[in-house]
């Protein structure tokens, strides 16, 4: 069961959870993490080498890949996908990535070498989620009349707002995959029915449950709860700088202070774990003497609100997005505290699309929450990708140090070297207190447990060429 229908426009274009299971089924990517490490393996890439310094990459492609239009997978369709990510109308979320590529070359069919504006030692994580399109029913793919991948499952049906099937796909580069002969998926929206449908097995898989039901069905033999083991997004606030008194670091601080990790868990997200630093314990960027600078401290948050408002009545705008119910909780529990440093916090709950616009304008004027991405990768990829980090960001932060900082990330290449720049960053991070970490955003799945073979990529998407299910 998915939580929400299909988006056909954004599929290839943008990483959404609304299309995780046509992605994991119908589509593939050059490379994937594992879940334990930065070394990308193979998929339809099957080897690849830099230049000494980094500024050129060639991959050879894997041999017998197919479109399931039955049309080869060649270099050109690697060209040509790299060339859709760099053209704005595409909308991609890679577009920043594509920046780097200077050019593409096809010395042939299964040879593709490209060349980047600098050294470019984290382009992976640029293929980690560029989804390879057939260029010849891409734009019925937006429009929704075509879903043509290289993938394990073709998409044999779709009823809008009802739900789809994906049918094996016979001629899967991998003979022994998939498992499955279809897999069907419903959109159910409910998360109480997505619960009942689990529990009395009209499905076997639920992606939305409440994280308070999972934790119950966790200890049912009957069910298993898929945890991500190394999160890639987080729960979150952002702090407009031009807004009174989020300009004064001490304000953002005092927020930073007014967060009660513990009792949001408790509360609200038992499966997540508190975090301060925008990375997983695996990361490089992660330091363990940083990651608890702001302690829940309602006293030292109300000396810090004094100081920057200078005893003044101030009102406190929090916007959210009806698309992230994880955070309206938070919000009124920050609005409470909020209301003991004498400041009235109103709450703003907006349509995705309306949210979304004041994400890209950068126009929130107080403080918002959702949803961050991009924490488990390279380092450096969260200030090329993230609308709160990188610069020009959403709460209008900016600094010559930050951007210091940020080069250093995607210049370093020696371990040490990065380590520095790494830590002066969460430094960084941590003094300016412009987006303030709150929780992991795993987004667990709950399953019966006759399900087997379930594996994510790092981005949660469900190798689905994996499942199998006992009788």
């Known amino acids: 069961m998915a939580g929400a229908d299909l988006s056909p426009r954004i599929l290839v274009d943008a990483l959404s959870p609304v299309n995780v299971w046509v992605l ?217 700088v031009k807004a009174f008194p989020f300009g004064d670091r001490r304000a953002r601080q005092a927020i930073a202070y007014l967060v009660d990790r513990k009792r949001i868990i408790e509360t609200q997200l038992p499966l997540e774990e508190p975090i301060q630093l925008p990375w997983p314990k695996s990361s490089p960027a992660y330091f363990d003497d940083l990651a608890a600078r702001y302690r829940y401290d309602s006293a030292r948050a109300k000396e810090l609100w004094t100081q920057a408002t200078g005893g003044k009545a101030v009102e406190v705008p929090i916007t959210l997005s009806l698309a992230y119910p994880e955070t309206h909780g938070i919000a009124e529990l920050l609005q409470a505290e909020l209301g003991k440093l004498g400041a009235t916090a109103t709450i703003a709950k907006l349509e995705p699309a309306q949210y979304s616009q004041k994400l890209s304008t950068a126009k929130f004027n107080g403080i918002w929450m959702g949803i961050f991405a991009w924490m488990n990768k390279t380092p450096s990829t969260l200030f090329v990708q993230s609308f709160a980090y990188r610069v020009p960001n959403a709460q209008n932060f900016d600094s010559p140090e930050y951007r210091e900082a940020i080069a250093g990330t995607l210049s370093a290449i020696d371990p040490a070297e990065q380590k520095k720049v790494y830590r002066r960053i969460d430094e960084i991070l941590l003094d300016e207190a412009f987006v303030i970490p709150v929780t992991s955003a795993n987004r667990p799945l709950a399953a019966a447990a006759a399900v087997k073979g379930i594996a994510l990529s790092r981005d949660t998407v469900p190798i689905v060429g994996d499942l199998w299910r006992t009788a």
Do not use: C
């Open 24 to 240: 994991g089924g119908v589509f593939e990517t050059l490379t994937r993490y594992p879940l334990d490490s930065l070394e990308p393996r193979p998929v339809l890439a099957e080897s690849w080498r830099f230049t000494p310094d980094f500024t050129r990459l060639t991959l050879t492609l894997r041999s017998g890949v197919t479109f399931h239009s039955g049309r080869a997978f060649t270099s050109a369709d690697v060209k040509w996908n790299i060339e859709r990510i760099q053209d704005p109308a595409s909308g991609s979320q890679l577009l920043n990535f594509g920046k780097w590529v200077r050019q593409v070359d096809m010395p042939d069919a299964r040879t593709v070498s490209v060349t980047f504006d600098q050294a470019r030692p984290s382009i992976f994580d640029m293929f980690e989620n560029l989804f390879i399109a057939d260029r010849d029913t891409y734009q019925d793919l937006r429009a929704g009349k075509s879903f043509v991948g290289t993938g394990p499952f073709t998409l044999k049906s779709w009823v809008p707002g009802d739900g789809y099937v994906l049918a094996r796909n016979p001629a899967y580069w991998q003979p022994d995959r998939p498992y499955l002969d279809e897999v069907t998926v419903k959109v159910v929206p409910d998360k109480q029915t997505q619960l009942i449908n689990l529990q009395t097995g009209a499905a076997d898989v639920a992606t939305t449950i409440q994280q308070r039901d999972l934790k119950d069905l966790a200890a049912d033999a009957k069910y298993q709860v898929v945890v991500p083991p190394v999160w890639g997004t987080m729960w979150g606030m952002g702090l407009d």
